[in-house]
């Protein structure tokens, strides 16, 4: 693959400032991933997932995606991790490290993960093998807010319920009495 | 850029995402794998939007979104009726289900 990028360096679609950004930011999203599921410390979880988090912002950002970039920044890095940090604080996690994070099989999980991983890699690239995405402009807000409120109309109102109905569930089941 | 970029980045995260569902035993730890493994069809969504020049694959990501946080709010109240219940959230000891 690097082969190729470098092949095609030359070509006007191959735009190498944007490779190499990617590449920066996959690696670590691709190591915070890593300790978010290897750590012993909770809170050291939770502060790797919002260098995960970020990452992905960053990368819809290189694919021309910037308000769902935004979307991210704000649902994810603002409202979800505050609600983890919550959920940590609240189910008393021990400062420092801990111990019985994982399950007795854990190790199972790696070969799952490895041949899930080569399986998925495999089918990618036999699949896409050098295709190049050439440069895209952004796409404007304005064309995604008329996909969202003209066609996806419904699924958009649908998704509003279920916000909400999850919002009174959460309130429902975490009442104290 | 090459399109298997984006692809086997979404593809490793998945695969992390997996293994932490599988291997944590603290449910706050599975419920971030979770958010691992959304992220990377997230990112599978805005890049095939950016290959095919559709921007459906934008508003669908934006729909994941939704869900997720909906999720993580439900999902983080069981965690903590169950951490009320049994001064434990390890998934392990939680068997009355089991047949």
């Known amino acids: 693959m690097i082969g190729t990028l470098l092949a095609q360096a030359g070509d006007a679609d191959v735009n190498v400032a944007m490779n190499v950004g990617f590449g920066i930011i996959a690696t670590v999203m691709i190591f915070a991933a890593f300790s978010v599921v290897t750590t012993k410390n909770v809170v050291h979880a939770a502060l790797y997932l919002v260098l995960v988090l970020a990452g992905v912002a960053a990368q819809y950002i290189l694919a021309a995606a910037e308000f769902v970039a935004v979307s991210q920044v704000m649902v994810y890095i603002g409202a979800v991790m505050v609600l983890f940090l919550f959920g940590i604080m609240l189910t008393r996690a021990q400062i420092g490290t801990e111990d019985g994070l994982n399950n007795n099989g854990w190790q199972l999980g790696i070969p799952v993960g490895l041949v899930l991983c080569g399986l998925l890699a495999y089918v990618i690239v036999d699949t896409f093998e050098d295709d190049v995405i050439g440069e895209r402009s952004p796409a404007p807000t304005e064309l995604l807010s008329d996909r969202i409120l003209s066609p996806f109309l419904v699924p958009f109102i649908a998704v509003s319920f279920v916000l909400l109905a999850a919002a009174i569930g959460a309130i429902v089941l975490a009442r104290k009495d | ?99």
């Open chain 2, 1 to 99: 850029m090459l399109a298997v970029n984006f692809l086997l980045l979404a593809a490793v995260l998945f695969c992390i995402g997996v293994f932490g569902v599988i291997a944590r035993r603290n449910a706050v730890l599975v419920l971030m794998s979770i958010e691992l493994i959304l992220s990377a069809v997230n990112l599978n969504f805005i890049a095939f939007a950016m290959m095919n020049e559709n921007i459906d694959g934008q508003v669908f990501a934006l729909f994941v979104i939704a869900i997720a946080a909906a999720e993580v709010g439900v999902g983080l109240a069981m965690v903590l009726m169950i951490y009320r219940n049994r001064k434990s959230i390890a998934l392990d000891e939680l068997s009355e289900m089991k047949g």
